[in-house]
């Protein structure tokens, strides 16, 4: 009898901890959020890792009934680390959704993991036009190569400015950037007698630009991935490149906000286009700017937060509409076509190519409040990815 008894308790107390266990799973949602958080890429993860928790300090922890569980990966921005991570986090973790992938190739090797799990990834950081093609799973909260150097290529030939040397990273986003770049502008009667391709890894700018300063074009167009801006803008002013009078171009990632404000005075003037800046003048950026850097040490947000958070919203957004109660394909059909304000400006979710629409801003290197800032002087209305069309 009492041997029995205590069986039965132990029973009910195993079945007690089974359901308690399904219920604690069945109330959290869980997102693995895998980003470079150490070497190369270091501040696009820190950028987003900040971003994504100042979401969720302003707009709770529990959505629908489920509380949010954030598990941050560091992938190194090694392709072959941010698949083993995202299958680790489907099949163990069984995470609700991916996101993150601070490098094309990062959001490439997930991609057949989002498709096969059924798993929303919410790609915040990488911006090569063909990554949404690579997973139906695949939506895009940060923006497009082509999307940004297609304005700069309409901008740059009424502007003075005939012939171009184009130098980008020899990877998926450069690629676009130059081909892009280099199409419109051609279109538009500029020349380019040029373009030079750098390492990803490791790269060094330096017999690059001789190059370019013995070429002499009237201006070199650049595309590096954010963090390696300082690097390009610091070797393009010692070697005088300026002064001899070769503007440098290039969409916003070389005039990072995580790093803008310490490349110097030598940075005044130069000409980006891009998706979002720090100084953009609307009060929701004005109030996501100062939450920020308050709760970061002063740290400035740059594009690579507001696809953070804006990824972090359309998550939040997704998880209300199904009531808590979806799976992968319910989540990923209410990312579709969501549309709302960002500190960058008006974005919406293009529901057929799950890639983002927003407005491109022309801005100019400007010292506001005492700090050098990307100061917004002309906007290109809602754009599509141009990659799209081809
Ligand atoms: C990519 C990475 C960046 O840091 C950036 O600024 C733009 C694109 C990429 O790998 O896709």
Not at 8 to 24: D, F, I, V
Not at 58 to 86: F, H, W
Not at 283 to 309: D, I, Q, S
Not at 362 to 375: C, D, I, S
């Amino acid at each position: 009898m009492h041997k029995r008894t205590l069986l039965s308790a132990a029973l009910a107390l195993a079945a007690l901890g089974a359901s308690h266990g399904a219920l604690a799973q069945a109330d959290t949602f869980k997102i693995g959020l895998i980003l470079p958080m150490t070497g190369q890429q270091a501040t696009t993860g820190r950028q987003i890792e900040a971003a994504a928790r100042l979401y969720m300090a302003q707009n709770g922890t529990t959505v629908a009934g489920k509380k949010i569980e954030l598990i941050v990966k560091d992938d190194t921005s090694l392709p072959d680390v941010t698949k083993r991570l995202a299958q680790e986090l489907v099949v163990n973790d069984k995470v609700n959704v991916l996101a993150g992938m601070g490098i094309t190739p990062s959001a490439m090797a997930t991609a057949p993991i989002a498709t096969q799990s059924k798993t929303p990834l919410v790609v915040m950081a990488a911006a090569t036009s063909s990554i949404t093609q690579a997973s139906p799973y695949i939506v895009r909260t940060s923006f497009t190569l082509p999307q940004a150097s297609v304005a700069l290529a309409d901008w740059v030939p009424k502007n003075g400015i005939k012939k171009v040397v184009t130098l980008v990273s020899d990877y998926g986003p450069g690629l676009d950037a130059e081909k892009y770049f280099k199409e419109r502008f051609i279109f538009n009667g500029g020349e380019v007698t040029e373009s030079l391709r750098v390492p990803l890894r490791n790269p060094d700018f330096a017999p690059f630009l001789q190059k370019v300063r013995d070429a002499k074009p009237d201006a070199l167009f650049v595309f590096v991935p954010s963090g390696a801006g300082a690097a390009v803008m610091k070797q393009f002013l010692e070697r005088g490149m300026d002064k001899a009078g070769i503007k440098l171009i290039g969409t916003g990632d070389i005039t990072d906000d995580d790093q803008l404000n310490d490349m110097g005075d030598g940075a005044l003037g130069v000409v980006t286009s891009h998706h979002y800046s720090a100084a953009h003048p609307s009060a929701m950026n004005k109030a996501f700017v100062e939450a920020f850097e308050k709760a970061n040490k002063g740290l400035r947000p740059n594009f690579m937060a507001v696809g953070g958070y804006d990824g972090m919203h359309v998550i939040y957004d997704a998880l209300k509409a199904t009531k808590g109660q979806g799976g992968g394909d319910a989540l990923l059909a209410a990312m579709k076509g969501q549309l709302f304000e960002s500190p960058r400006g008006k974005i919406f979710i293009d529901a057929q190519t799950r890639d983002i629409v927003q407005d491109i801003y022309l801005r100019k290197v400007e010292k506001k409040n005492g700090g050098l800032y990307n100061v917004e002087f002309d906007v290109i209305k809602d754009v599509k990815d141009p990659g799209k069309n081809k």
